[in-house]
């Protein structure tokens, strides 16, 4: 699993956000118009994809993409 | 493991009523468009009916059920077994049922009570009646499913607001010694209890002149102490990691392929979460029917409210092999397998508006 793989599922996922626009170091709550629903849509692409469950508490402790990205690949079994 | 199976039972009548008020959740402005048109979208839920302050459960039960009896036509004096499932009784107590057996002419010499579930309700209510009709002993059983969840959301909580409808069904149950066996998988994990909760107004917190101020539990969502609390993202995660698991034992306990079954109903809460099991478990979209974008979460009433208003017509005339899944408040979940054989099903009841204000409009802040 690569980076550049994750942040296209997640641009594809959210298709009215700008292809692109996502880095590993982007703050996904201010790129992503971060709101609950756009929460478990996150969530449901990880477990569809990765067969990953993210939390609340994961998220909180998330800030960049890349965060969610190590967090992700440290459970892919 | 409660990995159980009913010999000898099978449903052959069901009937839902829903109010006849419905609120269009484009209305909700609370929540700036935009996100209205994502919640509609991703959740699901675009129209729901709202039953107001003189409809209770009871009455869109047994106004199913009456109807339910008419087309059936069986008289109330056969019921020998009354069980009401619901969250929204009509007193702290006596147990509604008990008042339904009065009031809808069932004998004195049937057994009445009530089970407190929500979304697992459904496939609870058929195993418990189910157990309890398969010696014999009682040949007719009615189940009454259904919940007011209107009356417990706060306008003010976008959490929870724009996510209920209400509605009450009738199923009859009716023991046959050569019904096919259905078979259960059962759960429960009150570790996450909070996640969907009441907290004041039971025991544990008695009610306190506090109890009905309104106040800011977090930005953006205000209620009070008798309304309801949802977790989204938890109960999202327990039923991305519950629900499919739990069908797969089932189905690999009767040697069962996912496919081997017509239909799939699920417990209709939230679009994206049954997507995503229904991806899970590989089927095909035309096999899992939703209501949740005309009536929304109806709790433990949304399974058998999804049969009678998108499967009416192959429940009626054709023999089904069925999976039923309830998952939420409990947290408690359940799945069923069963099969259906031309049951009595008419079309989805309407409950005429009374004429009161919708509680919704009773906006108080009082922060």
Request: charged share 20%.
């Amino acid at each position: 699993m690569i980076i550049e793989e994750f942040i296209q599922k997640i641009e594809a996922e959210f298709s009215d956000m700008e292809q692109g626009i996502l880095h590993s170091e982007s703050v996904f709550r201010e790129v992503m118009n971060w709101n609950s629903i756009n929460a478990l849509i996150l969530i449901a692409l990880v477990d569809t994809e990765y067969d990953v469950i993210l939390t609340a508490d994961d998220l909180r402790a998330s800030s960049t993409i890349n965060d969610l990205f190590t967090l992700v690949q440290s459970r892919i079994s | 493991m409660a990995i159980v199976n009913i010999e000898k039972v099978k449903i052959t009548g069901l009937a839902a009523c829903v109010p006849q008020f419905e609120y269009n959740n484009n209305d909700y402005d609370l929540i700036p468009p935009a996100e209205r048109t994502l919640l509609i979208n991703t959740i699901g839920v675009e129209k729901r009916r709202m039953a107001g302050s003189k409809i209770t459960t009871s009455d869109m039960c047994q106004k199913a059920a009456e109807k339910l009896f008419s087309e059936m036509n069986i008289s109330p004096s056969e019921i020998d077994l009354v069980i009401f499932v619901s969250q929204s009784r009509d007193y702290i107590l006596p147990c509604t049922a008990i008042v339904l057996q009065n009031k809808m002419g069932i004998p004195m010499t049937s057994l009445a009570f009530d089970i407190p579930l929500g979304c697992s309700g459904y496939v609870y209510g058929l195993y418990i009646m189910g157990s309890m009709i398969q010696k014999g002993q009682l040949k007719k059983g009615l189940l009454l499913v259904g919940d007011i969840s209107t009356m417990s959301t706060s306008y003010l909580d976008p959490s929870t607001f724009p996510l209920f409808g209400d509605s009450g069904t009738a199923t009859v149950l009716e023991y046959d010694p050569n019904a096919e066996q259905i078979f259960f998988n059962l759960q429960s994990d009150g570790s996450g209890w909070e996640a969907i909760s009441i907290p004041e107004g039971g025991t544990r917190n008695f009610p306190k002149e506090d109890s009905f101020i309104l106040k800011e539990v977090m930005p953006g969502i205000k209620r009070n102490r008798f309304q309801l609390h949802l977790s989204g993202i938890d109960v999202f995660n327990f039923s991305l990691r519950e629900v499919a698991p739990n069908i797969k034992v089932l189905l690999a306990n009767i040697s069962k392929d996912a496919n081997d079954f017509d239909f799939y109903l699920f417990h209709q809460a939230n679009k994206l979460m049954n997507e995503t099991i229904r991806k899970k478990l590989k089927l095909a979209p035309e096999k899992v029917p939703y209501t949740l974008q005309k009536y929304g979460n109806t709790s433990c009433a949304s399974i058998p409210l999804t049969m009678v208003s998108e499967i009416r017509n192959e429940l009626q005339e054709k023999n089904l092999s069925l999976i039923l899944s309830g998952f939420g408040v409990g947290l408690s979940w359940g799945s069923v397998a069963i099969k259906t054989d031309k049951i009595v099903c008419p079309e989805v009841i309407e409950y005429p508006n009374l004429g009161d204000k919708i509680p919704l409009f009773k906006i108080t802040d009082n922060t």
